[in-house]
């Protein structure tokens, strides 16, 4: 289990006012993880229920974890309404979701999903936040409403943080951010699901394994 970024006090309590400080719970983002949560979304619920795709990338238990999600409708961008091919203002469901370690004041990422807004309706369960963390994940939230994807596209990128993101992710002065954009694809070739993903530069590895066929 990844250790906890930790101050520890007893040189303050001295009057040194200096801390010690440990390296953060780090997270290891593998490709192979997509086709983990298909999988985990055709399993029971107590499975489901047992872990997902946090504790997959840091090895930690759901007990470790602290969850907050937040659903909102909004309109969408141009960029969006693009990306799923709808016109610009078509209602979109926004979930804003931050996942930190228990010992740790620090999100993981920051990770925004869209959904159209009627598919989501389709199963009214699926507009309501307080039904998060949800066993299985968007593969399985999709599933209900009898949408199965079939390929997500990932693209990535990096930049300076923004004031914002330096505070939720209490980053060290220099580090930048890793930008991933997630598409999601159902087997009808439609966008299903859009992810903005940001994550802390200075403890996230990804890592990315391609299959060859063989000659």
Known sequence: MPKAYEEIADDRQHGRGTFVRRPRARVVRDNGRHQWEKDRARQPSAVRAATGATEHDTGLVPD????????RTVEASKDLAGVFGVPEGTPLLERSYRTRYAAEAAAFGLVTSYL??????????????????WPGGTHHQLSTVGIEIDRIEERVGARPPTP???????????????????TSYDTLGRVVDVSDVVLPGDRTELLFTTRLERW
């Open 64 to 71: 470790d974890l602290v969850f907050l999600a937040r659903y």
């Open 116 to 133: 159209p807004h009627a598919v989501a309706a389709a199963n009214p369960d699926l507009l309501d936040a307080s039904r998060e963390p």
């Open 164 to 182: 914002q993101e330096t505070r939720e992710l209490e980053l060290p002065a220099g580090t930048a951010v890793i930008l991933i954009r997630k």
